[in-house]
Every structure is written in structure tokens, then in C-alpha cells.
């Protein structure tokens, strides 16, 4: 039964990726530009749709992480800022996040933890993320830095707090 559902999913997907191509040949003023981040989180997209389609939730976390890094390379190839990447690595773990709930809403039997789990990789992404370099990139100087950073970490506790059963 699992095979027939994996065939299923790769049948729609492989079938609306040649549409995708195939309405790029034929409608004159439609540009479709797979550049190379659009591959990246391509691959993501596929790896979510198969979580879905098969009903197999864990395969919406790497789909996640890898759909994610080929958004932060889009931003990077679309506007140059590559040194961004000093602490948009600090995301993953949000895309972790993110990809743990798809599972979760995917297949909660596997799961039924996952919602926690969710919120702590966020909010350690949240916090990585203006540590290494976030803040100062978005123009907020250490005054400002230190208060957001205790206010979150009250609301996780306060979140991870009403979560536990």
C-alpha cells in the first residue's frame, strides 16, 4: 500500500513539474527562471508534497531545512547581501522548527510531542538569530538587544509551560 501511495506522489508531482515546463515553452509571456535557489527549494517543495501525499510526516523536516536555505540563498542571490549568511545559518533550526510542526499536522501519531518541540527550535533560532549578528544587521544596537532577549525567553517558558500536560 505504501508503494502504490510513493507512486501516486511522485505521478502528480512529476506531472505538475512538466506542466510548470510546459507552460513555460508554450505561453510566450510567461518567465519561468529556474535559477539555481529555485532548484534548492524545489527539492524542499518535493520533499514536503511527498510528506504529504504519502502521509509520511517526517519527511516534511528535511523538506523544510532544505526549502529553507534555498529561500535564504534566493534573498542573497536576488539583492547580493552574501555576507548575511554570517548568521542566516542561525534559521535552520527555525526551519527545523517549522518542519517538525508540518509533521505534526502531517501524521500526529508519530508525533504527539511535536508542537513543543516546534516552539523550542524556534525560539532557539529566534535567539541565535539576533545573537550572531541579526540585531546589528537590522540596525538595533545592544540597548535594545538584551530586553528582547529576556522578554522571549519568558514567553518560551511561559509557552513551554502551558504545553506540558
Known amino acids: 500500500m505504501e508503494n502504490r501511495k510513493t507512486s501516486y506522489a511522485w505521478g502528480i508531482i512529476l506531472v ?4 510548470l515546463l510546459l507552460a513555460n515553452q508554450l ?24 510528506a504529504i501525499f504519502t502521509r509520511t ?7 523544510s531545512i532544505v526549502g529553507g536555505i534555498g ?3 534566493y534573498y542573497q542571490d536576488l539583492t547580493g547581501n552574501w555576507e548575511t549568511w554570517s548568521f542566516a545559518w542561525t534559521l535552520i533550526p527555525g526551519f527545523i522548527g517549522v518542519g517538525i510542526a508540518l509533521a505534526t499536522l502531517i501524521s500526529p501519531r508519530e508525533n504527539p510531542d511535536g508542537w ?22 537590522f540596525g538595533l544596537g545592544n ?3 538584551w530586553p528582547i ?14 504545553l506540558k500536560k
Do not use: C, E, H, Q
Not at 510567461?30 to 514536503?48: K, Y
Not at 510526516?57 to 523538506?63: D, V, W
Open 16 to 19: 505538475l513539474f512538466g506542466g
Open 57 to 63: 510526516g517526517g519527511l516534511a523536516i528535511p523538506g
Open 143 to 145: 540597548l535594545v538587544l
Open 149 to 162: 532577549l529576556v522578554i522571549g525567553l519568558g514567553l518560551f517558558l511561559l509557552v513551554k509551560g502551558l
Open 27 to 50: 505561453i510566450p509571456n510567461l518567465r519561468i527562471s529556474l535559477d539555481w535557489p529555485w532548484i534548492v527549494m524545489g527539492v524542499g517543495a518535493v520533499f514536503i508534497l511527498l
Open 116 to 137: 513543543s518541540s516546534s516552539i523550542t527550535m524556534l525560539v532557539i533560532s529566534l535567539i541565535t538569530f539576533i545573537l550572531f549578528g541579526g540585531s546589528l544587521y
Open 71 to 73: 529561500a535564504i540563498l
